[in-house]
């Protein structure tokens, strides 16, 4: 690989096809030994049956298939993520556990194409530590959420300062609730 090639991966934010692949070998790993803490985060998120709910950086799809079984078939999921390997992980899922309230969505950059208030939560979980343009990020996640929907995003690998710094430097969102692992948000109002 050319030095070039290099720096512009370590500039992306879409990680390898071997990162991926190592990843979701690992989330394997550590689902089939603590599936019930999954489990138990999830039902922390406030989705109920028949929402609409984002999994923006769905990877491999562990949590788009707990928030499609809690949807049930008057929901909707979108799996959102820039990796075309997190896709056709998801594309996998969905066929081997029937279901059809997924749709899989490859985002280009930050532009996710999903349409405009089309969702009712929008989950974020352990990618925000690798977004380089916050502000920019979050406008998208503002642009796609209803006006009385919620961002459930964590940390992953930063400190929660420095998400809570992110988050409310954007000027798109407000901390509504604070968890041990992870932060609701709701859209900033203008009066």
Not at 106 to 124: E, F, I, K, Q, T
Request: hydrophobic share 35%; net charge positive.
């Amino acid at each position: 690989m050319s030095i070039k090639k290099r720096a512009e991966r370590r500039e992306s934010e879409k990680m390898s096809s071997f990162s991926f692949h190592l990843m979701d070998l690992t989330f394997r790993v550590v689902d089939f030994f603590f599936r019930p803490y999954i489990d138990k985060r999830v039902k922390k998120f406030d989705i109920r049956e028949g929402m609409t709910v984002v999994d923006y950086g769905c990877g491999p799809g562990r949590y788009t298939i707990r928030f499609s079984r809690i949807m049930g078939e008057m929901g909707k999921v979108y799996a959102v993520d820039i990796h075309d390997l997190a896709i056709t992980a998801v594309k996998r899922k969905i066929t081997k556990e029937g279901l059809g309230n997924v749709k899989p969505v490859l985002a280009s950059g930050y532009d996710s194409g999903l349409p405009d208030c089309c969702a009712d939560v929008v989950c974020a979980i352990d990618m925000f530590f690798v977004i380089k343009k916050p502000s920019e990020f979050l406008g998208e996640l503002k642009r796609i959420v209803k006006s009385d929907g919620m961002l459930v995003i964590d940390d992953g690998h930063q400190s929660r300062e420095e998400t809570k710094r992110k988050i409310l430097n954007s000027d798109h969102w407000e901390i509504k609730e604070e968890s041990k692992d992870h932060l609701k948000c709701i859209l900033v109002s203008r009066v």
